[in-house]
């Protein structure tokens, strides 16, 4: 297993990719995650729940209330226009 030190960071397509065990991510990013999604959408971080977390690529489910999961797929909307 990897320490954050040995986690490896590389660029596909224009975006950061970031390599990661599970485990690592509960153990040290899970909350961060937790935080941006809810600083971006002025929401309580009480509110953004992590539902599960597979290997593979971004295969992180959240879950969030009817609004707040409308505002997030709006901005990813607007994201992939530009």
Not at 12 to 27: A, C, S
């Amino acid at each position: 297993m990897r320490s954050l030190a040995q986690t490896t960071r590389e660029t596909r397509n224009g975006r950061d990719h970031v390599q990661i065990t599970v485990n690592e991510f509960l153990t040290n990013r899970k909350q961060l995650l937790v935080y941006s999604i809810a600083g971006f959408l002025d929401i309580p971080p009480e509110s953004v729940k992590i539902q599960s977390v597979e290997e593979g690529s971004a295969k992180v489910f959240v879950r969030l209330d009817a609004e707040a999961a409308s505002r997030l797929l709006q901005a990813h909307r607007l994201e992939t226009r530009n």
